[in-house]
């Protein structure tokens, strides 16, 4: 085994793509998620702090002597539940949401530099991330909130890697048909106005689809972009 790769959120959508079509051929990999896909599976439900900790001891168990060519984790997980005015959000909904894509990102990535920064080899932290990062949906406040964090903290981080650092990027994979995309085409009017123009990405089929999201973001890892950079794969 000369590769390791990790993804959260790889029971379905994005990080099931990606699962599939990782580009080594010897490569171990292994789904961080609360149901499982098709790749080894490490149990573990990321809007929960007390799971953040397994999965820092599951890294630091994993790369123990590691003698690889190279490490790889991509966070995929991610809600967009609740949709609509933050004010009228559940609590407990909302509260999960911001861990989920706010705290989560930060305190796992963390996690996995600070378990690879003893190796030498290749190793690569990718952020998903989203064009609601830069823009303000109204309906989406934690999710934007959570994309704008990912995309500032990989910033931050990618600056702080020396020369043979481990490099952090962040990726917006495009409007992509998911079932979070299903989940805000079924949202009211009311509570996301800008609803219709994803009914209309829907029904000119102008969405990509998990596969060649997937396709795009490995394709990231041969790139040559500056540590830290934030990409949109709509805009290579």
């Known amino acids: 085994m000369s590769?390791?790769?990790?993804?959260?959120?790889?029971?379905?959508?994005?990080?099931?793509?990606?699962?599939?079509?990782?580009?080594?051929?010897?490569?171990?990999?292994?789904?961080?998620?609360?149901?499982?896909?098709?790749?080894?599976?490490?149990?573990?439900?990321?809007?929960?702090?007390?799971?953040?900790?397994?999965?820092?001891?599951?890294?630091?168990?994993?790369?123990?002597?590691?003698?690889?060519?190279?490490?790889?984790?991509?966070?995929?997980?991610?809600?967009?539940?609740?949709?609509?005015?933050?004010?009228?959000?559940?609590?407990?909904?909302y509260t999960r949401a911001v861990l989920l894509n706010s705290a989560a990102p930060q305190i796992l990535g963390r996690a996995f530099l600070a378990a690879t920064a003893p190796l030498t080899c290749e190793r690569h932290l990718v952020m998903l991330s989203s064009g609601a990062a830069k823009t303000a949906y109204a309906g989406w406040s934690s999710y934007n909130a959570g994309k704008a964090a990912v995309e500032h903290w990989v910033r931050t981080v990618g600056a702080e890697q020396g020369p043979g650092g481990c490099r952090v990027i962040a990726v917006a994979p495009g409007v992509v048909d998911t079932a979070m995309q299903s989940e805000i085409r079924a949202t009211s009017a009311e509570n996301f106005p800008t609803v219709g123009r994803f009914h209309e990405l829907k029904n000119t089929g102008a969405l990509s689809t998990p596969a060649a999201a997937a396709t795009g973001i490995w394709s990231l890892l041969t790139r040559n972009l500056p540590n830290g950079t934030c990409v949109d794969l709509r805009n290579l």
Do not use: C, M, Q
Request: aromatic letters at 8%; a negative charge; charged letters at 25%.
């Open 3 to 93: 590769s390791l790769v990790w993804i959260s959120g790889a029971s379905a959508g994005i990080g099931a793509a990606l699962a599939a079509s990782v580009p080594y051929a010897d490569a171990r990999v292994i789904d961080v998620s609360r149901s499982g896909g098709s790749a080894e599976h490490f149990k573990a439900d990321l809007s929960d702090p007390a799971d953040w900790a397994r999965v820092e001891a599951h890294f630091r168990e994993e790369l123990a002597g590691y003698d690889g060519e190279r490490v790889v984790f991509i966070h995929n997980a991610g809600t967009i539940t609740p949709i609509g005015p933050a004010a009228e959000a559940d609590r407990e909904d």
